[in-house]
């Protein structure tokens, strides 16, 4: 497994004033396939009906953003959850989303807000399968876990915002699958959570699903596959994330469309053990 750790002096104090609404809201999707601007077919006309469309909603606690800085010095984004997990501290996001400096997790985000609704959280270690990557059999691999400092008070993350449990992916094929996650603002202005309801099935020649809905653009790498989701705790099982072939989707003007994740099995259970212990 490769874990990265962050500076002892990375607390949550220390990412709440970094992280200002002006260096947020400036900060780049770091997603490899990025989506076009809107969901259209080759002949201009509105996407299948068949297909469904993301729609805006408010947020819910377990689901956000998470930021860092990267080698480039500069601002970058992708989609993380929380999962349970016995220290209540635990992230789940795409692993070509593995943090650079300064990361931070922001569950509910809300664009341009002074104050956060739950906060903002210093993420203090990463960890990633080894081999991980976007392109062939590597991109089977694309998941990671992150751990977030307890805030001022000693709270942990999961305390406020719940969690998700992580579950194997039952089969490639399943009904009623709710993705959230935060577009890039350059494809969706309102820079708002999206979500969806939807079904998923294999994408050919890799062990990973693939879901159709409009609406996923850059930046919502790592958004969370939930199953048997609460409407009242906002919470599910998590049996996927947006990742895997080329960042978690195909190239191309209506990319946007159709997004990938990795088939949760031995491989992600092992990483999530390594996680918890530390």
């Known amino acids: 497994?490769?874990?990265?750790?962050?500076?002892?002096?990375?607390?949550?104090?220390?990412?709440?004033d970094f992280w200002t609404p002006a260096k947020m809201a400036?900060?780049?999707?770091?997603?490899?396939?990025?989506?076009?601007?809107?969901?259209?077919?080759?002949?201009?006309?509105?996407?299948?009906?068949?297909?469904?469309?993301?729609?805006?909603?408010?947020g819910i606690p377990s689901v956000g953003v998470l930021f860092s800085v990267d080698k480039d010095a500069r601002a970058h984004y992708c989609t993380?959850?929380?999962?349970?997990?016995?220290r209540r501290n635990l992230l789940l996001t795409a692993g070509h989303c593995n943090p650079g400096t300064h990361a931070a997790f922001v569950p509910k985000y809300r664009s341009g807000a002074t104050i956060q609704p739950y906060g903002v959280w210093a993420?203090?270690?990463?960890?990633?399968?080894?081999?991980?990557?976007?392109?062939?059999?590597?991109?089977d691999l694309?998941?990671?876990?992150?751990?977030?400092?307890?805030?001022?008070?000693?709270?942990?993350?999961?305390?406020?915002?719940?969690?998700?449990?992580?579950?194997?992916?039952?089969?490639y094929t399943n009904d009623n699958v709710t993705v959230i996650g935060y577009p890039s603002v350059r494809n969706d202005p309102q820079d708002r959570a999206v979500r969806c309801e939807t079904g998923t099935r294999r994408l050919d020649g890799?062990?990973?699903?693939?879901?159709?809905?409009?609406?996923?653009?850059?930046?919502?790498?790592?958004?969370?596959?939930?199953?048997h989701f609460d409407e009242r705790t906002k919470t599910g099982r998590v049996i996927g994330n947006i990742g895997g072939l080329n960042g978690g989707g195909p190239s191309g003007p209506h990319a946007d469309r159709t997004s990938y994740s990795p088939y949760y099995g031995a491989n992600i259970l092992m990483l999530y053990l390594r996680a918890i212990s530390g």
């Open 206 to 227: 890799y062990r990973q699903l693939r879901m159709e809905c409009n609406g996923f653009h850059g930046g919502t790498s790592g958004s969370p596959w939930l199953t």
């Open 123 to 139: 993420i203090t270690k990463s960890f990633t399968y080894p081999g991980h990557g976007t392109t062939g059999d590597a991109s």
């Open 80 to 86: 993380a959850s929380v999962v349970t997990s016995p």
């Open 1 to 16: 497994m490769t874990i990265t750790s962050a500076a002892a002096s990375w607390t949550t104090e220390a990412a709440a």
């Open 26 to 58: 400036a900060a780049f999707p770091r997603r490899t396939a990025p989506g076009g601007p809107e969901a259209m077919t080759s002949s201009g006309t509105p996407a299948a009906a068949s297909v469904p469309t993301a729609r805006h909603i408010d």
């Open 142 to 171: 694309d998941f990671a876990f992150a751990t977030v400092a307890p805030d001022r008070r000693g709270r942990s993350v999961e305390s406020l915002t719940g969690g998700n449990t992580l579950t194997p992916t039952p089969g």
